[in-house]
C-alpha cells in the first residue's frame, strides 16, 4: 500500500506539471490520455531529481525526503489543477473508420504483453544481471548505506558502472526509503509504469497526427514486440530511455502542428534532459537532438523558429542536465572510456575486419529483431509498399528531426562500440538488440507519422440508380462536355 501511495504521488506531481503546461478540461479524452502518459516520465524524473538533492543537501534521512517531495506534490497539483483551459485541445485526427477487429487486436496485444511482463517478473523478480549488478545495486547502496552512500561509486566497483546515472536508482531507493522496506515490488512497478507510458505516448501522439487506425496499428507492434517486454521486465534503464526519447520527439511532433506553442519545446528539452539522467546514451540524444533540430529548420528555411525553439529547448533541459553534470564531476566515478588507451582505439579503428563483423551483426539482427514470427523489417517495407509516403508539409520538420536524430544516436553508439569493445562478438550478442529497442518506439512513431492514409474499410456503397436516371446523368455530362468545346473554341 506504501508502494502504491508513493508511486501515485510521483505522478500526480508529474500530472499536475504537464497539466499546468497545457490545461485542458478533466474527463477522458485524448488529450488527457496523453497527459497522463507523459506525466509518469515527468513524475519519475522529478523525483528522482529531488532526491538526489535532498541526498546532496540533507543527508539519507526520510523527514527531508518526505517534506520534499510532499511540497513538489502540493506545488504541482497546485499549479495544474487550478490552471485554467488555454492552449490547443488534442484530438483524433480525422481518418478512415476504424474496423472493430483492428481494435481487439490492439487489445489483444495488450493483454497478452501484461501477461508476458507479469509471467517474467514472477519467474524472475530481481531481473537480469545488469538489473541487480548496476542498477538494483546502486538502489541498494543507497538505501542502506546511509552517510556512506557514496560508497557505491567507489572505483573498487567499476564493474558495475559508477558513472551511470541515477534516475531508476533514486527512483527505486526513493520509494523504498519512503516505505522503510527494501522489496523486488518497486523496480517492477517503475518498469511496468514507463512501458506502459511508453505505449501511451506512442498511440496518443500518433492518433493526434494520423487518426486512429494508425495509432492502434502502430500500438500493437511495439506491444507485440516480445523483445521490448522482455527488455522491460528484466528491469534494466533501457525501457525508461526509450521512453524518454519517444516523448521528446512527440513533442517535437505537436511543436510543429502548433508552432505558436512553444510549451511542446520547453517539455521537449526537460524530456531530454531525463534521458541523460537514465543512461550515458541519454547524453547522445541530447546532442543528436540539437544537431538534428538545427539542420531541419534550416534545411526547410524556418530560421524564424529556429531561435525560439531552442531557447525553450535549453530552459527545460537546463535543470536536469546541471544534476547530470554534477553527478559527473562531484559523485560518480570516472567513465571507462577514459581508461582505453590511444594506441588501442586507434588500432580497433583500422581494423577493418571489426566493420565488417558489425556490419554483418547489425543485418542479422535487424532481421530477428523483436522475435517476431515474420521478420518485421520485410513487414514494414511491405506496409510501406502498400500505404507509399504522405508526409503533410508541417510534419517535415518533425520527420527530419527524428530521422537524424535516431540515426546519429544509432551511428554514435556502433561507433563507440568499434572503438571501444575489445570482444566485438560479445557486445553483438548481447547489446545490438537492446541499442535497437531504445530506438524502436521512437522509430515507430516516424515511420507511421510519414506513411499515408491506411484505408481498412471499404466505403458505403452509393444508391443505384434507375436506368432513365442513368441515361439523364450521360446526357447532361455529354451537354457539359459540349459547352466547355464552345468555349475553348471561342476564346481561341
Not at 201 to 224: C, D, E, H, P
Not at 383 to 402: C, H, Q
Not at 432 to 454: C, H, K, T, V, Y
Request: hydrophobic letters at 60%.
Amino acid at each position: 500500500m506504501t508502494l502504491l501511495l508513493c508511486l501515485a504521488a510521483i505522478w500526480l506531481a508529474g500530472f499536475g506539471l504537464v497539466r499546468w503546461m497545457f490545461p485542458q478540461p478533466l474527463g477522458w479524452s485524448q488529450h488527457n490520455v496523453l497527459l497522463f502518459s507523459l506525466a509518469i516520465g515527468v513524475g519519475a524524473g522529478v523525483a528522482s531529481c529531488l532526491y538526489f538533492l535532498a541526498l546532496l543537501v540533507a543527508g539519507p534521512g526520510v523527514t527531508a525526503l518526505a517534506w520534499t517531495l510532499g511540497a513538489s506534490v502540493v506545488v504541482a497539483c497546485a499549479l495544474g489543477f487550478l490552471a485554467t483551459s488555454h492552449g490547443p485541445l488534442l484530438d483524433w485526427a480525422e481518418g478512415p473508420p476504424v474496423p472493430w477487429y483492428l481494435t481487439t487486436l490492439f487489445a489483444l496485444a495488450a493483454a497478452l504483453a501484461v501477461i508476458m511482463f507479469l509471467g517474467a517478473v514472477a519467474y524472475n523478480p530481481h531481473g537480469e544481471e545488469a538489473a541487480w549488478s548496476i542498477w538494483n545495486l546502486k538502489a541498494r547502496f543507497l538505501f542502506r548505506a546511509g552517510a556512506f552512500w557514496r560508497d557505491a561509486f567507489s572505483t573498487d566497483l567499476g564493474w558495475s558502472h559508477p558513472d551511470y546515472p541515477l534516475l531508476l536508482p533514486g527512483l527505486i531507493a526513493l520509494c523504498w526509503k519512503l516505505g522503510r522496506q527494501e522489496s523486488t515490488e518497486a523496480p517492477i512497478a517503475i518498469a511496468f509504469l514507463f512501458t506502459l507510458g511508453t505505449a501511451g505516448v506512442l498511440v496518443s501522439v500518433l492518433g493526434v497526427l494520423r487518426g486512429k487506425a494508425q495509432a492502434l496499428l502502430a500500438g500493437t507492434l511495439l506491444l507485440a514486440t516480445a523483445s521490448f517486454i522482455a527488455l522491460s521486465a528484466a528491469l534494466y534503464a533501457d525501457v525508461p530511455l526509450s521512453f524518454y526519447i519517444l516523448a521528446t520527439l512527440a513533442l517535437m511532433f505537436l511543436q510543429d502542428r502548433h508552432p505558436e506553442q512553444l510549451r511542446f519545446s520547453a517539455l521537449a528539452g526537460l524530456m531530454a534532459g531525463f534521458a541523460a539522467w537514465t543512461r550515458n546514451e541519454g547524453l547522445i540524444f541530447v546532442a543528436a537532438l540539437i544537431v538534428a533540430r538545427v539542420i531541419a529548420l534550416l534545411r526547410l528555411r524556418e530560421t524564424r523558429l529556429l531561435g525560439l525553439q531552442l531557447v525553450r529547448l535549453a530552459l527545460g533541459l537546463v535543470a536536469p542536465l546541471a544534476i547530470v553534470v554534477f553527478f559527473k564531476l562531484r559523485v560518480g566515478g570516472p567513465s571507462e572510456l577514459f581508461s582505453t588507451p590511444a594506441s588501442t582505439i586507434l588500432k580497433h579503428l583500422a581494423d577493418p575486419a571489426r566493420w565488417i563483423v558489425m556490419v554483418e551483426g547489425l543485418v542479422v539482427i535487424l532481421f530477428n529483431f523483436g522475435r517476431f514470427l515474420i521478420p518485421i523489417a520485410l513487414a514494414l517495407a511491405l506496409y510501406w509498399y502498400i500505404v507509399r509516403f504522405r508526409v503533410e508539409a508541417r510534419d517535415r520538420a518533425s520527420l527530419v528531426t527524428a530521422g537524424i536524430a535516431l540515426g546519429l544516436m544509432l551511428a554514435v553508439q556502433l561507433l563507440l562500440d568499434i572503438l571501444y569493445v575489445d570482444n566485438l562478438g560479445l557486445e553483438i550478442g548481447t547489446s545490438f538488440e537492446r541499442i535497437l529497442l531504445q530506438l524502436w518506439p521512437a522509430a515507430l512513431l516516424a515511420l507511421f507519422a510519414a506513411s499515408g492514409p491506411l484505408q481498412l474499410v471499404a466505403p458505403q456503397p452509393q444508391g443505384k440508380l434507375s436506368p432513365g436516371k442513368l441515361s439523364q446523368g450521360k446526357v447532361n455530362k455529354e451537354k457539359k462536355a459540349g459547352r466547355g468545346a464552345r468555349r475553348v473554341a471561342e476564346i481561341r
